[in-house]
């Protein structure tokens, strides 16, 4: 419970491969940019392959986005706390939420309230955490990007849901989370 949003996870994200852009899947490599932030290489990548010609559910696959929404979007956290974890990330480049966009701010909140929803109908949690972090003292594993967390909680988490309810949280591959929780937001459309 103290590890909610967990900067060292994203460590691998960033550093696993120092070769290798930010964010950037294997499937969408080739997109040419690099922006140095994971977040901003990743939307890049997938929009270059949905505009040449990549259809746009394997794009989003290889992305792992669920959600592109006017002002930001919305993609699974690659190394999740729970399954079901996800990230509204706006286009943006921004540090802050006062220096983020209004119209984007406001969306924000609607997209949070909407994946609150989307998390209860698929998981049906006993709770949702949201959450952003601001900046590296403030435990951001991506500090200058910021990234609101949703992510579905249960009493006793894993544990209670896999021995006693058994329904396995943990593990469900990306894939499947990807699957599920797309068609959880399609089917609010
Ligand atoms: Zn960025």
Redesign the pocket.
Known sequence: MDYLWTPWRYAYLVDADPGRRKGVPEELAAWPGD?D????NLIAAAQFAIEHGVPVADAERAAHIVLRAEHSYICLNAFPYSSGHLMIVPYA?EETLAGLDRAAALEMMTLAQRTDAVLRQVYTPQGVNLGINLGQAAGAG?A??LHLHALPRWLGDSNFMTVIAETRVLPETLDTTWQRLREGFSRGE
């Open positions: 922006c932030c994971v977040f901003c480049h991506v200058g990007h």
